[in-house]
């Protein structure tokens, strides 16, 4: 097994004054967007891409990127804009630590913009999918008690999306789709030989992204909707 690095930073907005923090005692879900400066935002933004440059250039493998919402943790509204700013500036793989599929109603669009990332960067995303925390479930009004639901079924259309030759139709129990998705070939011609392995349930292995998620075995009551 070969051992690589990657450099990773939340890229969180810290210019906020303290004063703000121990008059509200949190800084997530409800801390006020009035502390938020728009060019001390653009000025920390450009401070943590260079950071992503200086550590490619050090020697780094590659990057990660995620996502948080309602918090001053990170600016990473989008890891999918994030890393597409990032691919272009740096020389090796991109992690995807994001995309928190339980709050998503179009998991094909996710497909879509994680495929647009993959031919961009020449092939060099990892994507990794997340169940999100309370904070997502509470700012998007989502019931958590389909979380792992909804994640499990995102999940295999998104893999149906990037490995299946389509259109195909989706009907499961959250999700309705007439899926048409373009990319999927374009992404797969590098990797076609990993579609063989779908049936193991080696799904890093089986997709055209790599991807580091792993469902249980409902996934396969997903896959079989149509």
Known sequence: MTRKFFFFSEM????????????????????????????????LWQM???????ASEMGFDGSVCNEHHNNVLSMQESVNISAAVISQRIKGTIALIGNPLPIHDNPVRVAEEIAMLDLIS????????????????????ANPAYNRERFEEAFALIKKTWTVPGPFRWEGKHYHMRVRHFGRDLANVRNRRRVADAASGNYAASCPISIIARASRTVSDGERAR
């Open 12 to 43: 969180g907005y810290n210019a906020y004054p303290l004063e703000a923090l121990e008059q509200y005692g949190y800084s997530a879900l409800l801390f006020p967007n009035s502390i938020f400066d728009p060019e001390k935002a653009r000025d």
């Open 122 to 141: 020449g092939g060099l995303i990892i994507s990794g999918f997340v169940r999100g925390t309370g904070i997502e479930q509470l700012s998007t009004n």
């Open 48 to 54: 943590f891409l260079r950071e992503h440059e200086y």
